[in-house]
């Protein structure tokens, strides 16, 4: 697979008031949303992130790191289990990408870009949730972390994609998104509301709009914030003093239940 293709992204949780203990589904449902609320706050943060995808047989694992720093600049690397990798940096709208077979950062070209979407838009899945459940409470990263899951209401999320899409999407579309299935884990930090962990299980499909073929893949995602709000600088990279670079690769990180790979987003 080539890892050009997977979407990255990253968000951080943040909010300072104490986190009671939860124990029913509108509790959790109070703490998520205030933690949304909160995310577009953060100044700065970390994250890893593990996605792996199985699709006809074939299961293929993408590793990523990531930095933000407000308002608009993010960096980002993603490799596979065979040793291709991607590094991004975005900042504003101007896109800098390597890969591992460019000699040099082909920055500021037509063509050249990075996606790493607004963190806003990231955590949009977060506002479907439905049927909580209370986990254990754990320790992530030495913080005391409420630990929950919950389910994705796919309709919910399908109809509103369904409404905002710029052009009405296809019927076959439209019924396997409907079809597709996610949970998530959340971690949330008992002190502060920062969410230090995030995982998601979902049942995706692949629709080909050419040939119209259609399968379904699974995919499993675990992704680990940290270093919130901590000075991070982010600056355009400096390019070798020769070397052109090769072709320009688009990508982004993202968790969110659509086609695409999805690591925690990042």
């Known amino acids: 697979m080539n890892v050009g293709k997977c979407v990255i992204t990253g968000w951080a949780f943040f909010l300072t008031m104490a986190l009671s203990t939860c124990s029913s589904g509108s509790d959790l449902q109070e703490v998520t949303r205030k933690a949304v609320v909160a995310t577009t706050a953060a100044q700065s943060y970390r994250d890893t992130g593990t996605t ?20 608009d600049r993010y960096r980002v690397k993603v490799r596979n ?25 082909p920055g500021g070209k037509r ?48 109809a509103k994609w369904e409404a905002e899409a710029e ?3 296809p019927p076959e579309v439209l019924n396997l998104m409907q079809g597709q299935s996610m949970g998530i884990e959340l971690w949330v930090g008992k002190d502060d509301y920062l969410v230090r962990q995030m995982k998601t299980e979902a049942r995706l499909p692949d ?14 995602t675990t992704t680990r914030f940290y270093d919130f709000n901590e000075p991070i600088a982010i600056e355009p990279p400096a390019p070798e003093p020769s070397g052109l670079g090769a072709p320009s690769a688009i990508i982004g990180f993202r968790h969110s239940p659509d086609t695409r790979i999805v690591l925690g987003s990042f």
């Open 52 to 71: 792996s995808r199985t699709s006809a047989g074939d299961t293929v694992t993408l590793y990523a790191e990531g930095e933000y720093a407000a308002p």
């Open 81 to 105: 289990d065979t040793g291709s990798w991607y590094e991004c940096v975005q900042i504003g709208d101007q896109s800098y990408v390597l890969t591992a077979d460019d000699a040099d950062w």
């Open 111 to 158: 063509g050249v870009s990075c996606v790493v979407l607004p963190i806003a838009e990231e955590l949009e899945v977060l506002s479907h949730l439905v049927d909580f459940e209370v986990l254990p409470d754990q320790q992530i990263g030495g913080v005391d972390c409420v630990h929950y899951r919950a389910n994705v209401d796919v309709e919910a999320l399908a």
């Open 167 to 169: 052009y009405p999407p």
């Open 207 to 220: 629709y080909d709009l050419v040939t119209g073929q259609e399968r379904w893949v699974n995919q499993n």
